[in-house]
């Protein structure tokens, strides 16, 4: 995992991600690693968003929306340094977490992904996203429901800030199988959202 401030993310490699979901491949390849984040669609395509919009995506949102980013490889040392915290799961818990995240996107009826545009740094994009952004059901206790579902003892209605969700896997290590690891940082603030899962090596 990684924090970005306000916001946590889920980065896992696009290989893996691209069993799942074959349409992402035209834009992110095989080699390289994807970061994704979730949140409200008008707040989250705003670079430059205000209260306004704060509160509209809090109070009223009207859609949500997946920011997806490839990670190239030259990249990959800085997102397993500083403000990451890297857990090393089950074979089973990886493909629940990854099937997850495939059903995330939304499609059209025809089973199409909905691309939106490009998104707000290096190479991403926005998608329709299933799920109803809140105050209560945000991009930190998405991220939390992701990477509850791989196994790890997270509990995401506690997690509604970066710190929290950080905060919390931490806590959950220990009971972690073996084999867990984490760098026990949290990173600079920044728009997006951004933590790293990986699965062994057989995966």
Known sequence: MVNHGWHTGIVVASRDLLQRVPALGGDFGRGDLVELGWGDEAFYRTPQAGVGQALGAAFRSGGSVLHVVRVPEERHGA????????????????????????????????????????????????YRAQGRYSLFHNCNTWVAEAVAVSGVALRSTSALTAEAVMSRLRDALPALPSG?????????SGRGCAPSLSAPAST
């Open 79 to 126: 997102v397993a340094g500083e403000g990451s915290v890297s857990v090393t799961v089950g074979e089973d818990g990886y493909r629940r977490l990854l099937d997850h995240l495939a059903a995330s996107f939304a499609r059209t009826p025809q089973g199409d992904l909905q691309m939106l545009g490009l998104g707000l740094y290096g190479d991403s994009r926005f």
């Open 180 to 188: 867990a690891a984490d760098n026990g940082q949290s990173g600079p």
